[in-house]
């Protein structure tokens, strides 16, 4: 699958319902299809918090409590171990299909079913060391 065939079946949702509906019957194949793509976001957005750290002196605390924005099936959070994270990670994903097979993986502690929009933002308290998203990476 390329990477415009991917963009492409996400445009064609004319709302977020019908997005979340993409998700869902997709949820089984999204893995292999952002590896057949080379979908590196996840990994090049923690080398950038990398830099960001070295070049400003701002440390993100390891052991901090990390929310994944659109986590999909954990991918980022996957990552985020990898990158030596140890802290509490919470997902704001609103497909089930989605969130289940992220489930799987045992790294999320609480999941916000429910969309991102700017109409309705509800901030899931407590605050957050940091934001990870790489939803927007997808629908390049």
Do not use: Q, W
């Not at 957005?45 to 390891?62: D, H, M, S, V, Y």
């Not at 924005?69 to 990670?89: D, H, I, N, P, Q």
Request: glycine letters at 6%; one cysteine or more; proline letters at 4%.
């Amino acid at each position: 699958m390329s990477p415009g065939v991917v963009k492409h079946a996400v445009d064609n949702c004319k709302n977020s319902a019908e997005e979340v509906a993409h998700y869902e019957r997709t949820a089984l194949d999204y893995e292999a299809n952002m590896r057949a793509v080379n979908f590196r976001a996840s990994e090049l957005c923690f080398k950038a918090l990398k830099k960001f750290e070295e070049k400003t002196g701002i440390i993100i605390p390891r052991d901090g409590k990390f929310i994944d924005v659109g986590a999909g099936t954990g991918m980022s959070a996957e990552e985020l171990r990898r990158c030596g994270f140890t802290g509490v990670v919470d997902a704001l994903e609103p497909s089930d299909n989605m969130f289940s097979l992220a489930e799987k993986k045992g790294i999320y502690s609480t999941r916000y079913a429910e969309l991102l929009s700017p109409d309705k933002v509800r901030a899931p308290k407590p605050i957050y060391n940091c934001i990870v998203s790489n939803y927007d990476s997808t629908n390049f």
